[in-house]
């Protein structure tokens, strides 16, 4: 008897040739996900990070209120519900001071007594005045609350090297120096042992408008000066590029040497077009298909930045990190700096692009959904005492059964979202399985129109039980709201059907499913 896997891949074949006949209908309605072995990738947990920038009420009015607010409940000033929410989530990771931020921004200024502290003005993200009240101490206190790792971005367009050594000292040094001895003053004796490390943000940008190679240099001689003798073994990425621009991803791995850089960065928002990104809530399905294909862009972007970083390190050793990705729209109309609302067009957004970094695990070793906290694409959203969770939060919680748990290699062969002469595929997908054997299968149906139905067939068989979430919701502009703060939230999954190895599925328009398989 054949194995069913078999079975399967010739029904794909067939279906394939079919769909590509000449005069044959395009539309195909069933989609078939084959689910291989787990092989030795990992899907780092760090994948799931996030990113928070003094930009609009990320850090103000957002994580922090002061530890004097009697208003919000809070922990040396960083507000509990938010904490609460993100731990459930499983944050990994924080991103932070920035952003175009990072490249203006002097630690030094940001700590001691607050009282003492300068001031300065934030002239990126309208000209406020940012009084540095939240600074190092205050950001790893928030990352030890969380149980997340620091990542911080040093400032390389504005900075120096001095000061940037000294900041790593800071935060590091466990022996007896001039800044283990400023931090023990400022009231913290032992180090926290920051890891990761960015290297300046968008230096061909906001960062600096540098090019390339001149970026190299820079790049090089800043971590020339990050030695030293603490414990933890430092992570250093390099600023990367900007969605398509290969060409500096081509420079960096060429000209900087083996052994100087952990990690590359990479930065894709879904931006409709720069200069008319459209309404974060209040969009047509034109807008919302247009999304649909900026974020499908990242599969491409990944899998072609992956491939020349190969060239360079075949074994895979510097990791590809997309320190900012997310749905970027017009600030709602009152709202502070990109302040934007969050639909499901941004679950979609979610569980398309985390499906693609879990399948590319072996160079996707990290990323950070810009930004946490009322900025873009964000997982949480308050109003005073107020915070509502968003769809994306949902998805990122819905997908944390992911994080190390080992990949399993997906083969998708979707119908097709179908939107005037354009197609998109409908649905995408990524399994692992975890540390006790249970294969988790996150799924995302993009059309807005149609149900899809899917067959999944596993490399391995033997299972029970099948169980899982929904997010889902009547249409694709629906958001929860301060006043409807649980009109999107996952439910349970009926209508799932395991029978000889095949299991059988249903996804309604717009909807993000993760099934548990045993
Ligand atoms: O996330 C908002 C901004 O987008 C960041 O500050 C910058 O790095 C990027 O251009």
């Known amino acids: 008897m054949k194995h069913p896997y078999a079975v399967f891949a010739a029904i794909i074949i067939i279906t394939a040739l079919v769909a590509a006949a000449p005069g044959a209908h395009a539309q195909i309605s069933t989609s078939y996900v084959t689910v291989g072995a787990a092989d030795s990738t990992v899907i780092d947990r760090q994948i799931y990070g996030h990113f928070s920038e003094h930009l609009g009420r990320c850090i103000y009015d957002g994580f922090y209120v002061g530890d004097t607010s009697t208003r919000i409940r809070n922990t040396r000033g960083m507000r509990i519900d938010i904490v609460e929410a993100l731990r459930k989530m499983k944050i990994p990771n ?141 992570y250093r990425i390099a600023a990367g590029s900007s969605s398509s621009d290969y060409s500096w991803t081509e420079t960096l791995m060429k000209n900087i040497p083996p052994g100087m850089m952990e990690g590359l960065g990479l930065h894709h928002y879904s931006v409709i077009d720069w200069d008319k990104k459209g309404s974060a809530a209040n969009f047509s399905h034109d807008e919302y298909y247009k999304t649909m294909k900026q974020a499908y862009r990242i599969e491409e972007i990944v899998a072609k930045h992956s491939a ?28 502070t700096a990109l302040y934007q609302q969050n639909t499901m067009r941004d679950a979609m957004i979610a569980g398309l692009t985390l499906n693609v970094f879990n399948n590319h695990a072996d160079r996707v070793r990290m990323a950070n959904l810009a930004q946490t906290v009322n900025v873009l694409q964000a997982v949480i959203l308050t109003e005073g005492e107020k915070m509502i969770l968003t769809p994306t939060y949902h998805v990122m919680e819905m997908y944390s059964v992911h994080q190390d748990a080992k990949r399993l290699p997906v083969a998708v062969r979707s119908a097709p979202y179908v939107e005037g002469r354009d197609t998109l595929p409908a649905v995408s997908a990524s399994a692992s399985k975890d540390k006790n054997g249970v294969i988790h299968v996150s799924l995302v149906n993009i059309d807005v129109r149609h149900t899809q139905p899917v067959s999944l067939l596993f490399k391995e068989d033997g299972f029970s039980s099948v169980s899982g979430r929904i997010l889902s919701s009547d249409a694709v502009q629906d958001h929860n709201t301060f006043k409807e703060p649980m009109k999107v939230r996952p439910a349970e999954i009926t209508g799932v059907t395991l029978k000889g190895g095949t299991l059988t599925a249903s996804l309604p328009p717009c909807s993000v499913v993760v099934l548990e398989i045993k």
């Open 308 to 335: 020349i970083m190969d060239a360079y390190d075949p074994k895979r050793k510097v990791a590809l990190i997309v320190d900012e990705w997310g749905g970027w729209y017009d600030t709602e109309p009152g709202g």
């Open 94 to 234: 924080l991103r932070w001071p920035g952003g175009c931020f990072a490249d203006t921004y002097h630690w030094k200024d940001g700590i001691g007594p607050k009282e003492k502290r300068p001031s300065m003005v934030n002239t990126w993200w309208g000209g406020v005045t940012e009084n540095n009240s939240f600074g190092t101490h205050e950001f790893l206190d928030l990352c030890e609350q969380l149980g997340a790792e620091p990542f911080i971005s040093a400032n390389v367009g504005s900075g120096t090297v001095q000061e940037f050594s000294e900041w790593v000292q800071y935060t590091n040094f466990e022996g007896k120096s001039p800044m283990s001895g400023l931090r023990a003053a400022n009231g913290r004796e032992k180090p926290w042992n920051v890891r990761y490390w960015g290297i300046g943000n968008e230096p061909w940008g906001c960062g600096g408008n540098m090019r390339a190679d001149y970026y190299v240099d820079l790049y090089r001689k800043f971590v020339t000066f990050m030695t030293g003798t603490w414990r933890t073994p430092l």
